[in-house]
Antibody, heavy 121, light 107 residues
Framework: QVQLVESGGGLVKPGGSLRLSCAASGFTFSDYYMSWIRQAPGKGLEWVSYISSSSSYTNFADSVKGRITISRDNAKNSLYLQMNSLRAEDTAVYYC??????????????WGQGTLVTVSS | EIVLTQSPDFQSVTPKEKVTITCRAS??????LHWYQQKPDQSPKLLIKYASQSFSGVPSRFSGSGSGTDFTLTINSLEAEDAATYYC?????????FGQGTKLEIK
């Protein structure tokens, strides 16, 4: 069955960096667009970034543009989110989610359990 | 950015009741509207894709309808396990956006 397992969250000071990982299994990872979506404590869902199946295309929310890089290693069935210049407002649970096979314009059919990032001094 | 507005924000309902949640888009999105269920301390789960297509394994009491700017999620004969927050999501425009959520409480 499809499994997505995030890791790498934790407590980081403002201005610091963190790298999140998502390990995928149960499907052909290299066929799918993947996204990161976050949820601040007690708040709703915010799409953060996506990457195409072959890494040719990426896109970012304006709130993180210039501070975040998304990447993937299809040989390792892994997705990554490098977060720099972190701010208090980046505090959230970060989910990786599976998108479509041909386009970014699809639903997210499977989600990981999330990893909590806390930005605080 | 396409804004999705859900109503109501909160609803307290009794088991076996029929529930309707609406999602209105700030511009036409065709049928690129999806619904998710998030139970406390869990990740979201896809219920309905492209306005009316049920996702695999989702109980038949969940259904969706609509197109353009107005969409509806209906839960027939509500069960206690349906207590959750429900989100709509549009995938036609960038950034991909979500509604603010509708929290369902079971009396």
């Amino acid at each position: 069955q499809v499994q997505l397992v995030e890791s790498g969250g934790g407590l980081v000071k403002p201005g610091g960096s963190l790298r999140l990982s998502c390990a995928a299994s149960g499907f052909t990872f290299s066929d799918y667009y993947m996204s990161w979506i976050r949820q601040a404590p007690g708040k709703g869902l915010e799409w953060v970034s996506y990457i195409s199946s072959s890494s040719s295309y990426t896109n970012f929310a304006d709130s993180v543009k210039g501070r975040i890089t998304i990447s993937r290693d299809n040989a390792k069935n892994s997705l990554y989110l490098q977060m720099n210049s972190l701010r208090a407002e980046d505090t959230a649970v970060y989910y990786c989610a599976r998108g479509g096979t041909y386009s970014s314009s699809t639903n997210f059919d499977y989600w990981g359990q999330g990893t909590l990032v806390t930005v605080s001094s | 950015e396409i804004v999705l507005t859900q109503s109501p924000d909160f609803q307290s309902v009794t088991p076996k009741e029929k529930v309707t949640i609406t999602c209105r888009a700030s511009q036409s999105i065709g049928s690129s509207l999806h619904w998710y269920q998030q139970k406390p301390d869990q990740s979201p789960k896809l219920l309905i894709k492209y306005a009316s297509q049920s996702f695999s394994g989702v109980p038949s009491r969940f259904s969706g309808s609509g197109s353009g700017t107005d969409f509806t999620l209906t839960i027939n004969s509500l069960e206690a396990e349906d207590a959750a927050t429900y989100y709509c999501h549009q995938s036609v425009g960038l950034p991909s956006t979500f509604g603010q959520g509708t929290k369902l409480e079971i009396k």
